[in-house]
């Protein structure tokens, strides 16, 4: 039986014999291993900065919306159908629980604002100034209105620093009137530009108590309620506490979704795992392609060497050996191509981290390791017909005078 | 030991088209060791496909081929390679050797494929080189050399398993008198150390140095000369 070195050193040597061939086999591999590890970074950077977006929203916030749907697998509801809603009444019912920081009862909708002369369609959120801390919104100018229970609120509302630039311009906006639909309001202050987040754009939006809202909206039911828990720790166990809560007060119907963060998390991690699942299968086909060119090349390669072979199996090397020398060449080959391709890959990453920083461009483990291991196979399973053609090649031939040295 | 060969109702036929060629026609044959024989024939008469018989390169599809004891004929394929290994030595009329390696690797190939390793090759390799005189030339490729050189590489490739069975197939075709003498010589001078050395050749001259000659046509051994006595 041949030495493991020396079929290295022989495998070694007529893999940099032939250049051309080794060349282009490792080309192929590397622009294999390249695709993957290059398209699964910059999926999996995208996947993360998406995440870390989210992750902004707090994971001590809850949230609560109308009607009931299963959230296991798939996207929550984000369009709240409930048979009934939650009124105002239920959402500070929960505040006076123990373990809730705070919450937020949220109406959404739109609505014209009119402001000498100019007017425009915007978002409007009705909301508490509880809202302002869960959300961790800043102010640039004046202040939070405030909203009182029993009572109705004040005519206050805040407005984003973008409406403010449109409606308003570079005059003053504090303090002026608002026609919201047949509403008004005095703009007590102005959002620092803190950009989108969860879907809200709060630059564009106009804020107002909530009571006034859902008299602008005739509503009495809640968009959404926001829940600040004290323990993020403990959100399971205080999703049911306030579930038992609302069934109570909806006389024994479950009629409420509580979203933790955590499970939209995973939701959209989901989907977006999906995608760079789907982005590497792509990547993959490029590996199958590259292990095609080296069954070619292997096959030229056994082509090439029929004397050889021959001369191997007449020097006493079995069917075995000839097909283990081939499969080795191979697999070198690929093993070889898949790290170029790697380390390419890797400073390609490297360079995208360089110029956008914000976007954590990295190939995941499994990512690198999977492509490696697919084009070892791709190469072991590739050369496997060639050598199983040069294993069986009668040595016969290495005998037959044909010119060679 | 007298009997180191023994073929018994040896029949090869391949297909050719819807041809069958009936390259070994009933082939027996006793061969002692140290035997110094020749075969010869026209093109096509089968003496090639006996080579490679006999050189377990080739199976029969009847009879028997007994080498050194043991009927070859149902043997594996792997137990055949190392017998190949280990009991025959190949010489060929286009030298055979691999371009890229080094004459002395060439000649290490056997040693190498049977998994002896480095420095015992080294060693069981340098009187060989010494022997063919190829001292300066070992470290030459094969495209460095000159044809008589050459085939000096492949004859020390193939006793360097010490192998007690040489087979020659055209070993001068491919040289100049003086290189092919040479070479003869060389051949001659194992035999007469006790190896069995077989030889295929069209060169009459060749041939006829052979104590025993063996004349093939259309696949039958058609007469089989001995002249005096066996060395």
């Not at chain 1, 998406?50 to 902004?56: G, P, T």
């Not at chain 1, 959404?224 to 720790?233: A, G, N, W």
Request: aromatic fraction near 6%; hydrophobic fraction near 45%; glycine fraction near 10%.
């Amino acid at each position: 039986m041949i030495r493991i070195q020396d079929q290295l050193t022989f495998t070694l040597r007529s893999v940099l014999r032939q250049r051309f061939r080794t060349t282009m086999q490792l080309l192929a591999m590397a622009i294999g291993v390249l695709a993957v590890v290059l398209l699964t970074g910059i999926g999996e950077g995208g996947r993360r900065f998406v995440m870390a977006e989210f992750a902004s929203l707090g994971n001590d916030v809850l949230i609560m919306l109308p009607g009931r749907k299963e959230t296991t697998g798939g996207l929550p509801p984000l369009t709240g159908e409930g048979t009934r809603d939650i009124t105002l009444e239920d959402a500070n019912s929960l505040s006076r629980m123990t373990g809730i920081i705070s919450i937020a009862p949220i109406v959404a909708g739109t609505a014209r604002l009119a402001t000498s002369g100019i007017s425009r369609e915007s978002m409007i959120i009705g909301t508490s100034e509880t809202f302002f801390t869960i959300r961790d919104l800043t102010l640039q100018q004046g202040q939070w209105f405030t909203t009182r229970k029993g009572t109705r609120s004040r005519a206050e509302c805040v407005i984003g620093a973008r409406l403010r630039d449109t409606l308003y311009g570079p005059a003053k906006a504090l303090g002026q009137w608002m026609n919201v639909a047949d509403y008004r309001c005095r703009i007590t202050g102005v959002l620092a530009d803190t950009g989108t987040g969860f879907g809200f754009d709060m630059g564009d939006a106009l804020m107002l108590p909530v009571d006034n809202a859902m008299q602008i909206f005739n509503t009495e039911g809640l968009f959404r309620v926001m829940i600040q828990i004290r323990d993020p720790d403990n959100a399971p166990a205080m999703t049911t506490r306030i579930e038992q809560q609302m069934q109570l007060r909806h006389d024994g119907q479950l009629d409420v979704t509580i979203i933790t963060p955590d499970s939209l998390l995973s939701a959209f991690n989901s989907v977006l795992m999906i995608m760079t699942f789907g982005v590497t299968g792509i990547a993959a086909i490029s590996l199958l392609v590259a292990g095609v060119l080296i069954m070619n090349m292997t096959l030229i390669g056994v082509a090439q060497r029929r004397a050889e072979i021959g001369l191997l199996k007449a020097l006493g090397a079995s069917s075995m050996e000839v097909r283990r020398l081939f499969i080795t060449e191979a697999t070198l080959l690929a093993g070889a191509g898949a790290l170029v391709g790697m380390l390419i890959a890797e400073a390609a990453l490297w360079g995208l981290r360089l110029k956008f920083p914000e976007v954590p461009f990295t190939a995941p483990l499994w990512a690198s390791a999977s492509a490696i291991t697919l084009s070892a196979l791709a190469g072991l399973l590739f050369s496997w017909i060639p050598a199983q053609k040069a294993a069986s090649l009668q040595p016969v031939i290495a005998l037959q005078n044909q010119g060679g040295k | 030991m007298t009997e180191s060969i023994r073929v018994r109702g040896v029949h090869r036929r391949f297909h050719l088209g819807d041809q069958i060629v009936h390259a070994l026609n009933d082939i027996h044959l006793d061969i002692a060791q140290g035997e110094y024989l020749s075969v010869m024939g026209p093109s096509g008469s089968g003496k090639s496909t006996l080579l490679n018989m006999l050189g377990l390169l080739d199976v029969p599809d009847e009879g028997e081929y007994w080498l050194a004891g043991r009927d070859t004929v149902p043997m594996t394929e792997e137990a055949r390679a190392s017998y190949r290994r280990d009991h025959i030595g190949f010489v060929f009329q286009s030298y055979h050797l691999i371009p890229r390696l080094s004459a002395r690797e060439n000649m290490e190939l056997p040693m190498m494929l049977a998994g002896i390793a480095p420095a015992e090759r080294r060693k069981r390799l340098a009187p060989v080189i010494e022997r063919l005189g190829l001292d300066k030339r070992v470290d030459h490729k094969p495209e460095q050399l000159s044809g008589g050189q050459r085939q000096r590489v492949a004859i020390g490739r193939a006793i360097i398993m010490q192998a007690p069975l040489l087979l020659a197939d055209e070993p001068t075709g491919n040289l100049d008198t003086h290189s092919g003498a040479d070479v003869v010589g060389l051949l001659e001078e194992l035999n007469a150390q006790g190896t069995t050395l077989i030889v295929v050749t069209h060169d009459q001259s060749l041939g006829n140095r052979a104590a025993r000659r063996l004349r093939m046509v259309d696949g039958s051994i058609v007469s089989d000369e001995r002249s005096g006595e066996s060395a």
